[in-house]
């Protein structure tokens, strides 16, 4: 069809105001935003969406935790029958093992990072706004831990029916969770997968706001502050009866599950104020 | 604030463009910019852009590498933040505003979507995010560029990659629709598919479309208006036709060919030269007017029209932060086009 026939056309179907919503009848563009339905939070789903899209994201914390739960499985399962060790011992010694808190944290967000840091111009793109990909992503964050902290939980639960996977081995249920009842070990689970995300978030936005040189600069200061507070604080403490770091981890005595949850705690609500406050006011050429 | 100078003379380009700007007054334009500046540290990417954009027309965004084209565009539908001035798209603002732009489709050169994502993910999520998406259109388009929808991302070639990108752009019908080079690594044939595909659905689903592209010749067909962006300024904001006035070929004898420029006072205004023996051509970036084309006649010089790409070199070749005309050789063409 030729542009004449397109501008014969338009005559035709023209007059509309902006963009021809009146043509269909829809909601014309007016001055401002009055009179328009607020887009906003149907978007912020619809990037939850834009998240959830690739089912295989969703299903990789869960999965990496099975097979990582697994893994710590076998290894205690080859110390057992290797050594003449009791079961008990191999099993308290498992329950100091980590990876399947650090697997099932740092997987999920290496996938969150890349699909915020590859996904944020083409969501925009589709009309959506910072606000719309910020929150997505961190209501994302929180589905995906849900998951991976309830797939965790269950393979706690079912340690605890089989007494130790018929080996009396203790490879999922571990120190870090707890041991405590099942909501609270799959509480301090959605709380640490989810906090890595959040603050990997933070690092995300940093990068799209500032590029690698900014991204590793805030890495390093923060590993920097880190060592310098600790220093500061271990220091002021070191004068005290106890000294050094057991005086300093007193300090959280009063406060339930001690002072270490809690300064995590507060690292994860500042990120994720820092990480929106950097990432509002990114541009994306 | 920069005031840029143009070609023509005039202080503040943006504002003059403005003034031509082809928009009836009971039609409220899609586009309102106002004094908008971009600063990316030392680099100026936008200065002092004045510009309104009629409804329901397609646009063509040209200039050189670097013009500032895909900042402008960005700013527009509020993916870059302005250093100062205002930018109002349907009617209301941009920036971070739901309501507008839930209303836009912005298509990207290259754009980038996360590794693990597929062809019909990226469709499916573009489906629920515009209610007059067209299945329809978006199905014959896949099949039109053979683009398997099971394909991931990361495995297109830029050609592919940039029909994903045509196909939200034209299904979704947004209302003010942004295609940024939609031409990378597409092939002849691809190109004539976007064309035409364009062209019907715009027929029978007006909307405002703005393309920007180095390729002028080869979508001035496409265009009702043309924007020049050149470092930085809008230079030109005219409809296709007038914009191609803006400059005109002259050809015959050297001595008569500088005679007529020297009495026209267009010296200056020579963005490109090409001499054989004792003949020459130039092309002069400046509108013929009746006097000129007279004393061409007398003289018996050739005067021609030229098309809308040696416009855009011209002038591009003749701003004042550009490049100086060159004597010899397509040196305008080679610019913009590089």
């Known amino acids: 069809m030729s542009q004449a026939a397109a501008e014969d056309n338009r005559t035709v179907t023209g007059g509309a105001g902006a963009g021809g919503s009146r043509r269909t009848g829809e909601a014309p563009g007016v001055a401002g935003t009055g009179g328009l339905p607020d887009a906003g939070r149907g978007r912020t789903m619809l990037a939850l969406r834009y998240y959830l899209t690739v089912p295989s994201r969703l299903y990789t914390g869960p999965g990496i935790v099975v097979v990582v739960a697994a893994l710590s499985l076998a290894v205690g399962a080859v110390i057992l029958g290797s050594s003449q060790a009791e079961a008990a011992d191999v099993s308290n010694g498992l329950t100091y093992n980590q990876t399947v808190v650090w697997w099932g944290s740092i997987a999920p967000l290496a996938i969150l990072c890349s699909a915020v840091g590859q996904g944020t111009t083409a969501m925009l793109g589709l009309g959506m706004t910072r606000r719309n990909v910020w929150w997505g992503a961190i209501l994302y964050a929180l589905v995906g831990s849900a998951l991976t902290a309830t797939a965790l939980v269950v393979l706690i639960a079912l340690e605890r029916l089989t007494h130790g996977w018929f080996m009396g081995l203790s490879a999922i249920d571990i120190i870090y969770f707890g041991r405590g009842s099942l909501l609270s070990a799959w509480l301090i689970a959605l709380g640490t997968f989810f906090g890595a995300q959040v603050i990997a978030l933070l690092f995300t936005a940093i990068y799209l706001r500032a590029g690698a040189m900014g991204l590793t600069l805030s890495i390093v200061g923060t590993a920097v502050l880190l060592v310098v507070v600790m220093g500061i604080l271990i220091s002021a403490f070191s004068r005290s009866e106890q000294g050094g770091v057991s005086a300093l981890l007193t300090l959280g005595e009063g406060l339930p599950g001690g002072l270490l949850p809690w300064a995590l705690g507060l690292a994860v609500l500042l990120s994720l104020a820092g990480g929106w406050l950097i990432y509002r006011r990114a541009s994306f050429r | ?338």
């Not at chain 2, 199905?139 to 045509?166: C, H, M, V, W």
């Not at chain 2, 598919?193 to 002028?216: C, G, M, Q």
């Not at chain 2, 080869?218 to 296709?240: K, M, P, R, Y």
Request: aromatic share 4%; charged share 25%; hydrophobic share 40%.
């Open chain 2, 1 to 338: 604030m920069t005031a840029a100078t143009t070609p023509w003379g005039g202080a503040s380009p943006g504002r003059e463009a403005v003034a031509e700007a082809p928009a009836s007054p009971e039609e409220a334009p899609a586009v309102v910019v106002r004094g908008l500046n971009r600063r990316f540290g030392r680099v100026e990417a936008l200065r002092d852009i004045h510009l309104e954009l009629a409804p329901n027309r397609i646009h063509g965004l040209v200039g050189r590498n670097g013009a500032g084209k895909t900042t402008l565009l960005s700013t527009l539908v509020g993916q870059v933040i302005p250093s100062s001035g205002s930018v109002e798209v349907l009617g209301g603002r941009s920036l971070e505003n739901p309501a507008v732009l839930s209303r836009t489709v912005y298509v990207r050169d290259h754009q980038c979507y996360p590794d693990d994502m597929r062809v019909h993910h990226v469709l499916g999520i573009a489906r629920r995010a515009y209610p007059r998406w067209d299945e329809g259109l978006a199905r014959r388009l896949t099949e039109d560029f053979r683009l398997s929808p099971r394909a991931r991302t990361k495995k297109l070639s830029t050609g592919q990659r940039t029909s994903l990108g045509i196909i939200v752009g034209l299904a979704s019908r947004a209302e003010l629709t942004i295609f940024d080079e939609p031409y990378s690594g597409l092939d002849p044939v691809a190109r004539g598919v976007f064309y035409d595909r364009l062209l019907e659905d715009f027929a029978e689903h007006p909307r405002t479309v703005i393309i920007s592209t180095h390729l002028v010749d080869e979508i001035a067909d496409l265009l009702n208006d043309v924007i020049l962006l050149d470092d930085g300024a809008v230079t030109l904001h005219e409809s296709q036709e007038r914009a191609r006035d803006r400059a005109y070929r002259l050809a015959g004898p050297v001595h008569d060919v500088e005679r007529l420029l020297e009495r026209t006072g267009s010296t200056g205004r020579v963005s490109r030269r090409q001499s054989v023996g004792s003949m020459t051509m130039v092309v002069v970036a400046a509108p013929l007017d009746a006097e000129a084309e007279a004393a061409a006649r007398e003289l018996g010089l050739e005067v021609e029209p030229v098309s809308l790409q040696e416009v855009v070199a011209a002038m591009g070749t003749l701003s004042p932060l550009g490049s100086s005309p060159r004597d010899t050789g397509d040196a305008a063409q080679e610019g913009a086009q590089r």
